[in-house]
């Protein structure tokens, strides 16, 4: 008789599909707000200068120390790479946004 091969067994608690293909979501609505106005408050935050000075002939008016930290802080704490493109959007588009609204430090 020949021996049949078998196949290694995924456990329910280590997928991230359900057999349906859903995605499965360990984190409670309070827990995603939070990271969610976390991620916006970060964008916001701004180190902008009173003139601008030049860097490689590129004017520069501000940076976004938020966005560094918020990029690190994703890249860190969030597993799964769909999530993490979630959030790095969300990041850069209120970053890009906050850059027009006078939010910020001035120096």
Do not use: C
Not at 8 to 20: K, M, S
Not at 69 to 78: K, N
């Amino acid at each position: 008789m020949a021996s049949k091969k078998h196949k290694q067994r995924t456990y329910a608690r280590n997928r991230i599909l359900t057999r349906r293909g859903n995605f499965t979501s360990a984190e409670t609505d309070g827990q995603y707000l939070l990271k969610l106005v976390l991620v916006v408050l970060l964008g916001t935050f701004w180190l902008k200068f009173q003139q601008p000075f030049a860097f490689i002939n590129i004017p520069v008016a501000g940076i976004p120390v938020g966005m560094l930290f918020g990029l690190l802080l994703v890249g860190y704490r969030e597993k799964s790479q769909f999530d993490r493109k979630i959030w790095y959007a969300i990041l850069i588009l209120v970053t890009i946004i906050s850059y027009f609204v006078p939010a910020g430090i001035v120096i």
